[in-house]
């Protein structure tokens, strides 16, 4: 056998063990991250109360073990999670904390990693929605009270004072 011969029979084996070792074996599906629903978004008053949580279910839609794991990567300051790891299906819930947040839009994300998954990591954005309070007549004095006498002058203006 020439030296070159050997060269290429010693090549078509390299190139065939190099091709099926980058080819997943039958049956060998990594983990996936399934996520229901992949976005939350909240609603609150400014100066009200905590909006109710809301839940983020995780699951395994590939084969194997799922080994997840879940962190606030924005919007700590006002969101935060419980069930921050798991294996294969679980929840995470999401909680919002007004605290004094003014008026306005803001905007957070939970991040799912899975070793050895071939999806990680995915992200739930967040938005959470802050609208004003709502105006507050205000008046002054809050009650009036007039005396008169049948026939007689009538009794002196009073004046009210309203504010917002």
């Known amino acids: 056998m020439s030296l070159l011969t050997r060269f290429k029979s010693v090549l078509e084996a390299t190139l ?8 997943p074996l039958l049956g060998q599906v990594p983990p996936v991250i399934g996520l229901s629903p992949t976005s939350l978004s909240f ?17 395994n839609t590939g084969e194997g073990t799922l080994s ?4 606030v990567t924005n919007g700590a300051a006002w ?11 679980g929840t995470i819930w999401a909680v919002v904390s007004l605290g004094s947040l003014t008026a ?42 007039f ?4 026939g007689g002058s009538n009794p002196a203006n009073q004046t009210v004072g309203i504010s917002n």
């Open 16 to 23: 065939v063990v190099g091709l099926l070792s980058a080819v």
């Open 43 to 59: 609603t609150a008053v400014q100066g009200g109360s905590n909006p109710f949580l809301q839940t983020v279910a995780i699951s």
């Open 68 to 71: 997840w794991s879940a962190a």
């Open 79 to 89: 969101l935060s999670i419980g069930a921050t790891s798991g294996t294969n299906s």
């Open 104 to 145: 306005g839009t803001y905007n957070g994300n939970i991040q799912v990693t899975a070793a050895g998954a071939s999806n990680t990591p995915q992200n739930i954005p967040v938005t959470l929605t802050v609208s004003p309070p709502a105006p507050v007549i205000g008046l002054s004095p809050t009650s009036l009270s």
């Open 147 to 150: 005396t008169a006498v049948q």
